[in-house]
């Protein structure tokens, strides 16, 4: 069993400054979340609208470079995207023996993007959590799952410092807890859980929508029953604290049979062997290789996908209704 863990020790970033690179979804909860730990904390930021953000915050913000100079421990919290030029162009040239550099996601260092220089510690911290639920968990007294993980340990104590971030930025407040994990599987996890699960759903509910108007249902109904109606917020909260087949039992018995009599036909045995296939691509690199080349392309299979799934009859139908009920405006 992966071990858990329920503190950490903040007296380890005691005197030291933590510089925040980016200051986005994560970059703006943890370092306000740190600051209110009684954490000493600097902004590193290009000078766009989210300096300004955290200017306005009362945080001092630098460039990132001279962040990464005036700090002890930095957090890269930038897109994964970006973060590799940045960190060879920006931060590597600034970092000095003894310092610590954390990830929020395993990505770069996981798929060979970024190699950790010597003489640093190189740890993750991953919530499990958007940014804004990271904020809020804290200010409310929850704690939410972080990923722990060490790529490089110089300072023999590169694991008490990832405790000591997840403990600052407030992962172990109640229900909260650490799970010791790695880059490697930090980022193989996340991206099997959001190509399967989230992937996944959204081509079942569109396969599902376009066979219930083949069978005569009107796309508004097909909406939402499939997903406009909400009832998936309520389903997913009951997951959380029932489990998933515990939140069974709130459907009614029709429903408790047809769901486990009729899942199985869709999640069958070629399933399996098509999650392997998108494992498989995922844990060789070679999803990450393709992404990566994607990009120095300039992304352009990437803007057709975008442009033929919002061209879709479903998306057309849900906008209109979504206008109907004013959810969004023309
Ligand atoms: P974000 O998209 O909110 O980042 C915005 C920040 O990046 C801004 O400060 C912006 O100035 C800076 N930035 C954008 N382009 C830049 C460039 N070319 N050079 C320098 N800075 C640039 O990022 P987000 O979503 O907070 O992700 C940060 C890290 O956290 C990533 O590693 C991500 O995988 C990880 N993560 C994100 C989660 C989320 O809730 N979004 C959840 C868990 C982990």
């Known amino acids: 069993m992966a071990r858990l863990f329920f503190n950490g020790d903040l007296e380890l970033l005691r005197g030291k400054v933590v510089a925040v690179i980016g200051y986005g979804n994560q ?42 100079e005036r700090a002890d421990i930095v957090l890269l919290l930038i897109p994964d995207e970006v973060m590799p030029n940045v960190y060879s162009e920006k931060v590597l040239p600034r970092l000095r023996d003894g310092m610590v ?27 499990r959590m958007i940014g804004q639920g990271v ?16 790529a490089q340990d110089s300072s023999g104590r590169a694991l ?15 229900g909260g807890c650490a799970v010791e994990s790695s880059f490697e599987e ?37 909406l939402l029953e499939l997903y406009a109606s909400g009832e998936l917020i309520e389903v997913f909260k009951a997951v959380f604290s029932m489990g998933l087949w515990g939140q069974l039992k709130l459907h009614s018995t029709t429903s408790q049979y047809g769901q486990q009599t009729r899942g199985p036909r869709i999640a069958g045995p ?30 352009p299979h990437f803007k057709a996908i ?9 998306i057309l139908e849900e906008q209109k209704l979504y206008r109907a009920l004013g959810r969004i405006k023309d």
């Open 306 to 314: 975008w442009r033929r799934n919002l061209r879709h009859p479903m």
């Open 101 to 127: 550099l954390a990830f929020a996601s395993g990505y770069n260092v996981a798929f060979g993007f970024i190699t950790p220089r010597q003489g640093v510690d190189y740890i993750l911290v991953a919530p």
């Open 270 to 299: 070629e399933l399996k062997t098509v999650l392997r296939g998108i494992m498989e691509d995922i844990v060789s690199g070679r999803f990450a290789r393709e992404w990566a080349l994607e990009q120095m392309a300039g992304k």
């Open 160 to 174: 008490d410092y990832a405790l000591a971030i997840a403990k600052a930025i407030g992962a172990f407040g109640a």
């Open 27 to 68: 970059g703006r909860a943890q370092a306000l979340n740190m600051r209110d730990s009684g954490v000493s904390v600097i902004i590193g930021n290009i000078r766009d609208a989210y300096w300004e953000a955290a200017r306005r915050d009362g945080f001092e913000v630098y460039d990132i470079d001279e962040a990464v």
């Open 186 to 222: 930090e980022a193989h996890t996340d991206l099997f859980g959001e190509q399967v699960i989230g992937g996944g759903m959204l081509f079942l509910i569109r396969t599902a929508y376009e066979v219930m108007v083949e069978y005569g249902i009107s796309p508004e109904v097909a």
């Open 135 to 150: 904020r809020n968990s804290y200010l409310e007294g929850r704690g939410f799952p972080v990923l722990i993980g060490v």
